[in-house]
Nanobody, 128 residues
Framework: QVQLVESGGGLVQAGGSLRLSCAASGRTSSTYAMGWFRRPPGKERECVAAIRWSGDWTYYTDSVKGRFTISRDNAKNTVYLQMNSLKPEDTAVYYC?????????????????????WGQGTQVTVSS
């Protein structure tokens, strides 16, 4: 089991920035990938960004490319999501997730089913 604690959400004006953090504890040595998902109001959960723990693969959904950056600090067992040029449509509850399952196809890590450990979520609200 891996426990996840997210922080960094809040209210920001359009064009502003936020950095989300997700600290992992427990059986972190088995981590293969970490992802950030979001659930906008009334919509399905989607993968915003993901990173393989080795650092050799990252993924971004099209709507955040060039604005968001996912990174990880292995020593601190922490993954970050730097969000710049925020838009009202980025408003959502953001969730951090960890996968301890090895998939040979990295595309699997774009889906919530690849992750078995989830944080509690942090609200991000972008005002226009």
């Amino acid at each position: 089991q891996v426990q996840l604690v997210e922080s960094g959400g809040g209210l920001v004006q359009a064009g502003g920035s936020l950095r989300l953090s997700c600290a992992a504890s427990g059986r972190t040595s088995s981590t293969y990938a970490m992802g950030w998902f979001r659930r906008p109001p009334g919509k399905e959960r989607e993968c915003v960004a993901a990173i393989r723990w080795s650092g050799d693969w990252t993924y971004y959904t099209d709507s955040v490319k060039g604005r968001f950056t996912i990174s990880r600090d292995n020593a601190k067992n922490t993954v970050y999501l730097q969000m710049n040029s925020l838009k009202p449509e980025d408003t959502a509850v953001y969730y951090c997730a960890v996968s301890t399952w090895l998939y040979f196809s990295t595309s699997a890590y774009k889906t919530p089913d690849a992750y078995e450990n989830w944080g509690q979520g942090t609200q991000v609200t972008v005002s226009s």
